[in-house]
C-alpha cells in the first residue's frame, strides 16, 4: 500500500469517525418519531461544532481536501486500476465535498445564529444577512436534512474506502497470478 493510498484510507476514516458522532443526534431525527427533545439535542451538538475554534475547523476541512488530493495524485498514474479505483473514489469524493459545501454549511446557516467565534480567515464567503428570520419549521427541516446529509456522507466515504481496498486487493491478486506464470515459465525451461 502506498503514502497516497494510506493518505485517502486515514482521511476518510476520520470523516466517517465523525459522522458516526454525529449518528448520536441524526439517528432520532430520521429513523424514530420527532421529538422536541431530539431536535434540542441536535441543535445543541451541532451549535458546539459551529462555534469550536478556527483550528478544529481547519483540521475538519484538511481531512476533507486531503483525500482528493491524493486521489488526484494516484489517477496520474492513468492505468486501468486508477481509472477505474480512484476515478470512481474521486467522484464519490467530489460528491461529499459538494454535500458539505451545498447541504451541510447552509443547514447550519439555517438553524444556528450567526457563530460568535472570531477567525482570521474563512475558506466560506461570508453570507448575506436574512431579512427575515427562520421559522421553527424551516429549522427543523434544517437540522432533519442535516441529519439525512450525514446518512450520504457516510455512504459515500464507506464508498471511496471500499474502492482503496479493492484496489489493494486487486494488486495483490494480479501479483500472485504473475508469480504463479512466472513459476509455470521457469519450470518450463527447466524441462526443456
Same mark, same amino acid.
Given at each position: 500500500?502506498?503514502?497516497?493510498?494510506?493518505?485517502?484510507?486515514?482521511?476518510?476514516?476520520?470523516?466517517?469517525?465523525?459522522?458516526?458522532?454525529?449518528?448520536?443526534?441524526?439517528? /432520532?431525527?430520521?429513523?424514530?418519531?420527532?421529538?422536541?427533545?431530539?431536535?434540542?439535542?441536535?441543535?445543541?451538538?451541532?451549535?458546539?461544532?459551529?462555534?469550536?475554534?478556527?483550528?478544529?475547523?481547519?483540521?475538519?476541512?484538511?481531512?476533507? $481536501?486531503?483525500?482528493?488530493?491524493?486521489?488526484?495524485?494516484?489517477?496520474?498514474?492513468?492505468?486501468?486500476? =486508477?481509472?477505474?479505483?480512484? $476515478?470512481? %473514489?474521486? =467522484?464519490?469524493?467530489?460528491?461529499?465535498?459538494?454535500?458539505?459545501?451545498?447541504?451541510? !454549511?447552509?443547514?447550519?446557516?439555517?438553524?444556528? /445564529?450567526?457563530?460568535?467565534? &472570531?477567525?482570521?480567515?474563512?475558506?466560506? /464567503?461570508?453570507?448575506? /444577512?436574512? +431579512?427575515?428570520?427562520? &421559522?421553527? %419549521?424551516?429549522?427543523? +427541516?434544517?437540522?432533519?436534512?442535516? %441529519?439525512?446529509?450525514?446518512?450520504?456522507?457516510?455512504?459515500?466515504?464507506?464508498?471511496? !474506502?471500499?474502492?482503496? !481496498?479493492?484496489?489493494?486487493?486487486?494488486?495483490?491478486?494480479?501479483?500472485?497470478?504473475?508469480?504463479?506464470?512466472?513459476?509455470?515459465?521457469?519450470?518450463?525451461?527447466?524441462?526443456?
Amino acid at each position: 500500500m502506498g503514502f497516497a493510498q494510506s493518505v485517502v484510507l486515514g482521511s476518510c476514516s476520520f470523516v466517517l469517525g465523525m459522522v458516526f458522532v454525529c449518528q448520536v443526534v441524526d439517528i /432520532p431525527l430520521l429513523y424514530m418519531p420527532v421529538t422536541d427533545e431530539a431536535i434540542q439535542n441536535a441543535y445543541t451538538f451541532y451549535e458546539i461544532w459551529w462555534e469550536a475554534p478556527g483550528a478544529v475547523k481547519a483540521l475538519f476541512h484538511v481531512a476533507l $481536501g486531503l483525500p482528493l488530493v491524493a486521489l488526484l495524485v494516484k489517477l496520474h498514474k492513468w492505468n486501468e486500476s =486508477a481509472m477505474f479505483f480512484d $476515478g470512481s %473514489s474521486i =467522484a464519490m469524493h467530489t460528491a461529499t465535498i459538494v454535500l458539505y459545501l451545498t447541504v451541510h !454549511i447552509q443547514s447550519l446557516r439555517t438553524f444556528l /445564529p450567526e457563530s460568535t467565534t &472570531t477567525t482570521t480567515y474563512s475558506i466560506l /464567503p461570508v453570507p448575506p /444577512p436574512r +431579512e427575515i428570520a427562520p &421559522t421553527e %419549521s424551516e429549522k427543523v +427541516e434544517a437540522v432533519r436534512v442535516l %441529519s439525512a446529509a450525514n446518512a450520504l456522507v457516510g455512504l459515500l466515504t464507506v464508498g471511496v !474506502i471500499g474502492m482503496q !481496498i479493492g484496489q489493494e486487493y486487486a494488486r495483490r491478486q494480479e501479483e500472485r497470478e504473475q508469480k504463479a506464470i512466472d513459476v509455470t515459465v521457469v519450470e518450463g525451461k527447466k524441462d526443456q
